[in-house]
């Protein structure tokens, strides 16, 4: 019997048809249909593909004996239950940074609609406001301007590439220095976080969400600010303190903030954040564009045969790299 695949696509219905499109010969793939379809495919499945949506414990990697490997079509996977993974011998994968160029687009776009007040260029156009029928807030270029990026990976690096070709300076900050040569390369320099919130004009996060960057952009770090500095979040939300944030851009301590993350998701409807006019807030959707499906997918799948071929899978989280070393 062919090995079987599960593959759990997103809620968008073209995405399950790509999937059967796209899936290897010589597997028994199936994309299923909600969660009772796919517990009652895991005894027989060696391999699920899906996002980290679908919940993950002990009873979950109990239920599938044969799993070989738990694949993400998603960048992040704090969702997912690593020590559970740890403790059933399963590897999980990312994307492989198949998103890794929407996520940097959408970083920039923020960038842009903060900097040059475009919600409130629209709602004025909208409402016969012709440019706001008064004084104009203050609006900035990017141009010249000082980025400081926290995590410098996949994403990291082509928001590094972008922001360099609209004249931005670029600074980064990671747990992990880059090699001098390397940074040459991209035109970054490597500053202390401290330092780096204190220099830049926009912050920009590109990391996991783990015990140690959990609020690591809180009050005080915030206090470390430029008044005029923009943060923008495109990683995970509870990376920022959002109450701290919320306070701050209250208060205009800072310009403002772009967000595709929050707390909680989706955010309640009374967050105090809808209320602010120096927002840019958009659904968790930097990752999902069309033109990154086929990558995601061609690089699970092509993940999955490299583990049934007998290699080592690519892209393992760092926290269970140790189960396929």
Same mark, same amino acid.
């Given at each position: 019997?062919?090995?079987?695949?599960i593959v759990v696509p997103p809620s968008f219905a073209e995405i399950g048809?790509?999937?059967?499109?796209?899936?290897?010969?010589?597997?028994?793939?199936?994309?299923?249909?909600?969660?009772?379809?796919?517990?009652?495919?895991?005894?027989?499945?060696?391999y699920v593909v899906c996002y980290p949506s679908l919940r993950t414990d002990d009873a979950f990697f109990a239920a599938a004996p044969k799993l070989k490997l738990f694949q993400l079509l998603s960048a992040g996977y704090d969702d997912v239950d690593i020590e559970a993974a740890r403790r059933a011998g399963v590897p999980v994968s990312n994307n492989g940074g198949a998103n890794a160029i929407s996520v940097a687009e959408h970083a920039i776009m923020l960038m842009l609609g903060v900097s040059r007040r475009v919600?409130?260029?629209?709602?004025n156009v909208t409402a016969g406001r012709w440019r706001g029928n008064g004084p104009a807030p203050r609006m900035y *270029?990017?141009?010249?301007?000082?980025?400081?990026?926290?995590?410098?990976?996949?994403?990291?690096?082509?928001?590094?590439?972008?922001?360099?070709?609209?004249?931005?300076?670029?600074?980064?900050?990671?747990?992990?220095?880059?090699?001098?040569?390397?940074?040459?390369?991209?035109?970054?320099?490597?500053?202390?976080?401290? *330092?780096?919130?204190?220099?830049?004009d926009i912050v920009s996060l590109h990391v996991p969400l783990n015990e140690t960057t959990r609020h690591m952009i809180g009050a005080a770090e915030l206090a470390m600010l430029k008044p005029e500095a923009i943060v923008v979040n495109t990683s995970r939300g509870p990376v920022i303190d959002e109450t701290a944030l919320t306070r701050a851009l209250?208060?205009?301590?800072?310009?403002?903030?772009?967000?595709?993350?929050?707390?909680?998701?989706?955010?309640?409807?009374?967050?105090?954040?809808?209320?602010?006019?120096?927002?840019?807030?958009?659904?968790?959707?930097?990752?999902?564009?069309?033109?990154?499906?086929?990558?995601?997918?061609?690089?699970?799948?092509?993940?999955?045969?490299?583990?049934?071929?007998?290699?080592k899978p690519l892209w393992v989280v760092p926290e269970l790299a140790e189960l396929v070393e």
């Open positions: 019997m062919p090995p079987r695949i048809e790509l999937a059967r499109q796209m899936a290897p010969t010589g597997f028994d793939t199936l994309v299923a249909n909600g969660r009772a379809e796919v517990e009652a495919a895991l005894p027989a499945a060696e919600i409130w260029q629209h709602n *270029e990017i141009f010249d301007k000082t980025l400081g990026i926290v995590g410098l990976g996949t994403i990291g690096k082509k928001v590094t590439r972008l922001a360099r070709a609209f004249g931005m300076r670029v600074q980064y900050y990671d747990i992990v220095r880059l090699p001098e040569h390397e940074e040459d390369a991209l035109g970054v320099r490597f500053r202390l976080f401290g *330092e780096l919130l204190r220099t830049s209250a208060d205009r301590k800072l310009f403002g903030a772009g967000l595709d993350v929050f707390d909680r998701e989706p955010p309640p409807p009374d967050n105090p954040l809808f209320k602010l006019d120096n927002v840019l807030l958009t659904s968790h959707f930097a990752g999902p564009a069309w033109d990154n499906q086929v990558a995601r997918l061609r690089n699970a799948y092509d993940n999955v045969q490299r583990v049934h071929r007998g290699e």
